[in-house]
């Protein structure tokens, strides 16, 4: 790494993201997690449960809030105040530790790609071995298609984005600036649409919509996003789903989500802005959900949800009458027995 704490404070205190910087100019040779810390590291710490391993590993400089810095400032090392430490990890690594796709991965084009004569391929463009870029494609500049991932005719990338190995990009699909889909999904698969006749035989209907991938999407590993019937399926600005996630046909979700794994969300839907959900997520298919829910245990979503609160279990209630719920549950046996006793009593 080797970037003076100088530099790095000045490069985020104008973002209000490092407010103050305490203590002496070093070097920063890497930035290591706090309990395998060594000299000349930089650290994220963001609880006084880490003091003991800052004392013993020596990092020449640590990312703490002004409520820690107290705690901190008698240690031989420098400090950087933020407002935010989870953020400032975020974008400090971003700027200075993360994977450097363009020396990585190959340096322009490899022999292997496939690109149609009607493709319109910038050479800031990487692709890599095996890569296939279909009839009219068009890309943005700075772009980088791994090994094995196949853009299909019609599809446009815009500039920044990364796409993983093993990826596939259906056809007229639209994925914005600074996206990454990671390995094995798949964009713009036809989506399950089928009509049964009196023997419940069933006939597929066309889906010839499109997929719409907004700015700074992130799309994790063996992802399903289901081209539209007639019209698209949306995924808003900035939103980000997990590893296994599925997405069906005319799904509009809002900008900013998380969508950790396991998240499947049926037709139709229409998820708002800023929403979670935890792990093994499933929303029904035509419903409406508001901005700002959090969905938790597993949630099995079956109506509309109007109003933004912590939602758990199948179906979804608010979480406090969810947990009630629970742990009237785990006393039922003995509410039985009670039960019981007292229907014998009576009768006697």
Same mark, same amino acid.
């Given at each position: ?9 000045? &490069? ?13 100019? !070093? ?8 309990? #395998?810390? !060594?000299?000349? &590291? ?11 391993? =800052? ?8 990312? @703490? ?48 790609? @496939? ?20 009839? &009219?494609?068009?890309? +943005? ?17 815009? /500039? ?13 699909? =639209? ?28 006939? #597929?209907?066309?889906?010839? +919509? #499109? ?39 005319? @799904? ?5 989500? %998380?969508?950790? !794994? ?21 929303? %029904? ?13 597993? !949630?099995?979503?079956? /109506? ?25 549950? #785990? ?18």
């Amino acid at each position: 790494m080797k970037q003076n704490i100088s530099d790095i404070f000045n &490069d985020f205190k104008n973002e209000n993201l490092l407010i103050e910087m305490i203590g002496e100019d !070093a070097e920063i040779l890497r930035i290591a997690p706090v309990d #395998r810390s !060594a000299p000349g &590291d930089l650290v994220f710490v963001d609880n006084i449960k880490y003091i003991d391993s =800052v004392k013993k590993n020596k990092p020449a400089a640590a990312v @703490v809030s002004s409520e820690l810095s107290e705690k901190f400032q008698n240690l031989p090392l420098t400090l950087l105040i933020t407002s935010n430490v989870s953020l400032a990890h975020a974008l400090i690594r971003q700027k200075y530790s993360d994977r450097d796709l363009f020396k990585t991965e190959w340096d322009s084009r490899h022999p292997s790609a @496939v690109i149609h004569e009607s493709a319109s391929i910038p050479e800031s463009c990487i692709l890599g071995p095996n890569a296939v870029i279909g009839r &009219d494609v068009q890309m +943005g500049e700075n772009c980088v298609i791994m090994a094995n991932s196949t853009i299909e005719s019609g599809a446009s990338i815009g /500039e920044g984005t990364v796409i993983h190995p093993g990826v596939i990009v259906g056809y007229n699909s =639209v994925i914005g600036k600074n996206v990454i889909i990671k390995s094995g999904s798949v964009i713009g698969s036809e989506g399950f649409g089928f009509a049964q006749d009196q023997n419940r035989r069933s006939y #597929r209907i066309p889906q010839t +919509g #499109r997929v719409v991938i907004e700015d700074d999407v992130v799309i994790g590993a063996n992802n399903c996003i289901d081209r539209a019937t007639y019209n698209e399926t949306r995924i808003g600005r900035g939103t980000k789903l997990d590893n296994l996630c599925h997405v069906a046909h005319n @799904v509009q979700i809002g900008e900013d989500c %998380l969508l950790t !794994a396991g998240f499947v969300v049926a037709g139709s839907t229409k998820i708002g802005n800023r929403v979670i959900a935890s792990g093994q997520t499933g929303i %029904l298919d035509h419903l409406s959900i508001a901005d700002d829910c959090i969905f938790v245990h597993r !949630a099995g979503v079956t /109506e509309n949800i109007e109003k933004a609160d912590i939602y758990a279990g199948l179906p979804v209630l608010p979480l406090k009458t969810y947990m009630k719920n629970i742990a009237i549950f #785990r006393k039922i046996d003995n509410i039985r027995k009670s039960i019981l006793n007292l229907e014998k009593k009576f009768s006697e």
